[in-house]
Nanobody, 126 residues
């Protein structure tokens, strides 16, 4: 079992930046591929970014490519999502997720992940 806990959300003006963190415990962190997803009110949860256990493979959704950066610090059991040039459309609850094996790669579907955090709210005002 792995436990994930996000932090770093908040209210920011359009064009601003935030740094989201996700602290993992309970599993050897380097065995976990980690993803970020988001869910806006009334919408389905959507893939944002993925990073492999050793950080060598990264994948972004088209909507955030060039604005968001995923990274990880395996010594701190933490995965990060640096979000920049935020737009009102980025308003959502952001979730981190992890798993040690995937049926498709890189894993961009939420069903690929077993472990989920509780989410952190990001609100972008126009």
């Amino acid at each position: 079992q792995a436990q994930l806990r996000e932090s770093g959300g908040g209210l920011v003006q359009a064009g601003g930046s935030l740094s989201l963190s996700c602290l993992a415990s309970g599993r050897t962190f380097t065995t976990l591929g980690m993803g970020w997803f988001r869910q806006a009110p009334g919408k389905e949860r959507e893939f944002v970014a993925f990073i492999s256990g050793n950080g060598a493979i990264r994948k972004y959704s088209d909507s955030v490519k060039g604005r968001f950066t995923i990274s990880r610090d395996n010594a701190k059991n933490t995965v990060y999502l640096q979000v920049m040039k935020l737009e009102p459309e980025d308003t959502a609850v952001y979730y981190c997720a992890g798993d040690s094996s995937f049926s498709s790669y890189p894993p961009i579907q939420s069903k690929e992940y077993t472990y989920w955090g509780q989410g952190t709210q990001v609100t972008v005002s126009s």
